[in-house]
């Protein structure tokens, strides 16, 4: 607005000093008034651009401004972060000290604890042990106050009196505690013993392995055709008479198809039977020449069969030294049987038994082994002799050089003579080890049943039981008493007097357990 006053002025001016000049005076206001105006213009324009570059730079300045701002609030969140985490870090380390030494407190805590309990526990003791020492102490001032009483009244007495008089008073005063000792003792002493004897049998039954044998030597001769039979009889029945009395055995010759049954007490002389027969059969030729013949040639065939076999059986164990007599009659029981059990057989195993069992007990296992070879040595002997067949065989091997230890083992295999030495015991056991093993023998319905029989009536013999129960087949009897008539010790009782009585009047291939149940039932029914 200034410009436009001086403008305005300065034309007035020019009029009035040249009035002549006006169309140029007025050209040249125009002209200012249009480079006046042009210069407002490009002022305003001027200005604007200004203000808008200002307003960018405010803009770009704020952006930065916000951008550094973020960035300086991350790194001060960083930072605050960082110092949280190592403020964090060392409380936790600080808290985990504090726990380690807490837990060291409570463990020296609870050790001064054990400590004091441990002490007033000795403290207990030694009042304990204080007031024992107190009363014995006294226990033995009152006594000797009264021996000196008892001295002086029997200062009269002999030695011998005084003697007497003091073991029936310690008798009297230790009864009880005898008693009750003495059942501790045989209580622990028997199942020590029972667990031992288990072991030992284990260990040597698992290290024999042998198959149960019931080949029964055979007494039938099968015949090629029925007309053999009638030569076999020959003309007025010379030839069965020959071979009869050759033989010893009584041939049966019945309406059975092509056979002929051989009969005889001794299987050998049956075994010399059947050889004869056979060849006789097969040869075709029967007449009394041939049949003597025939059967002396059997004869030495089961001769030599029974000496190889008594050898085999000695050479198996490793014996030395045995009598030939004693070889042969070992070779003999190859053909006796006991319920369907090979004796020698049997006799081997039993012998096989003994020098393992001696071998786990520390025991000579030659000794042993002889004597459980040689225990049924009796049952090889022909029938001229009388007794069992343990005695028998205890006399044979007696006869032949045998030590006492054997002769002994083998006649008291039976019990029927007292045992003298642990290897007579070796023996027994082997031998029903060796018998009651699972099929080894077989007995027949009609015994096996008389036996549980007998077992249960003699259990039922005993005063105080109710009931009694053979189980196991035989191998166990259960007996129940009358609580009110039978006490727990003398249920005790029963069931050794049980024992003792089995043991005395049974015959059984194997052991037998005895099992006393006494019990007390109270029923009541709610309504």
């Not at 006594?143 to 007497?164: F, H, N, T």
């Not at 786990?360 to 002799?385: F, S, T």
């Not at 077992?455 to 129940?480: D, F, H, T």
């Not at 249920?491 to 006494?518: D, G």
């Amino acid at each position: 607005m200034k410009s436009a006053s001086a403008a305005a002025d300065f034309a007035f001016l020019m009029a009035e000093s040249a009035p002549l000049q006006w169309p140029l005076t007025v050209a040249i206001g125009v002209g200012v008034a249009g480079g006046l105006g042009l210069a407002w213009v490009l002022t305003r324009q001027t200005r604007r651009l200004a203000n808008e570059e200002a307003a960018q730079i405010i803009e770009v300045a704020k952006r930065e401004a916000v951008v550094a701002g973020h960035e300086a609030r991350q790194k001060a969140e960083e930072e605050i972060q960082g110092r949280r985490a190592e403020v964090t870090r060392e409380f936790d380390r600080r808290e985990i000290e504090t726990d380690i030494k807490l837990r060291e407190i409570r463990a020296h805590e609870e050790s001064l604890g054990l400590l004091d309990y441990q002490l007033e526990q000795k403290q207990e003791k030694l009042s304990r042990e204080n007031a024992a020492v107190k009363q014995a102490r006294d226990a033995i001032r009152s006594l000797s106050k009264s021996l000196r009483k008892r001295l002086e009244g029997v200062s009269q007495m002999d030695a011998e009196e005084i003697k007497r008089t003091l073991r029936e008073e310690v008798m009297l005063e230790c009864q009880d505690e005898l008693r009750a000792l003495r059942r501790e003792t045989l209580d622990r002493s028997e199942q020590d013993l029972q667990n031992e004897a288990k072991r030992i049998l284990i260990t040597t039954m698992q290290r024999l392995s042998s198959k149960p044998n019931a080949d029964i030597t055979a007494t039938i001769v099968h015949l090629p055709s029925e007309e053999m039979k009638g030569r076999i009889i020959g003309r007025e029945g010379r030839n069965i008479k020959s071979f009869e009395a050759a033989t010893g055995v009584t041939l049966l010759i019945d309406e059975t198809p092509q056979m002929v049954l051989i009969s005889s007490f001794d299987p050998v002389r049956r075994e010399i039977a059947r050889l004869a027969l056979d060849g006789l059969v097969k040869d075709g030729r029967i007449h009394p020449a041939s049949i003597e013949e025939f059967v002396n040639r059997a004869r030495e065939d089961v001769d030599l069969n029974v000496q190889q076999s008594g050898e085999d059986a000695v050479q198996r164990l490793g014996i030395n030294g045995l009598h030939p007599e004693i070889i042969k009659h070992l070779g003999r029981l190859k053909y006796r049987f006991s319920y369907t059990q090979n004796v020698l057989d049997h006799s081997i195993e039993v012998g096989f038994l003994c020098s393992m069992i001696a071998s786990e007990l520390g025991l000579d296992p030659n000794v042993a082994k002889r004597a459980g070879l040689l225990h049924d040595i009796g049952k090889g002997v022909e029938g001229d002799y009388e007794g069992s067949h343990a005695i028998i065989g205890a006399d044979l091997v007696k006869r032949h050089g045998e030590t006492p230890i054997v002769v002994n083992a083998v006649a008291a295999h039976h019990e029927e003579v007292k045992p003298e030495t642990v290897y007579a015991g070796l023996v027994i056991l082997a031998d029903t080890v060796s018998a009651s093993r699972p099929g080894a023998r077989a007995e027949s319905m009609t015994s096996y049943i008389q036996r549980l029989e007998r077992l249960e009536k003699l259990a039922m013999s005993l005063e105080g039981v109710q009931q009694a129960y053979a189980i196991q087949a035989g191998r166990e009897i259960r007996v129940v008493v009358s609580p009110q008539n039978v006490t727990d010790e003398q249920a005790r009782e029963l069931s050794k007097t049980l024992r003792r009585k089995i043991e005395e009047e049974l015959q059984y291939p194997s052991t037998i357990k005895v099992t006393v149940i006494r019990e007390s039932r109270f029923t009541e029914t709610a309504t």
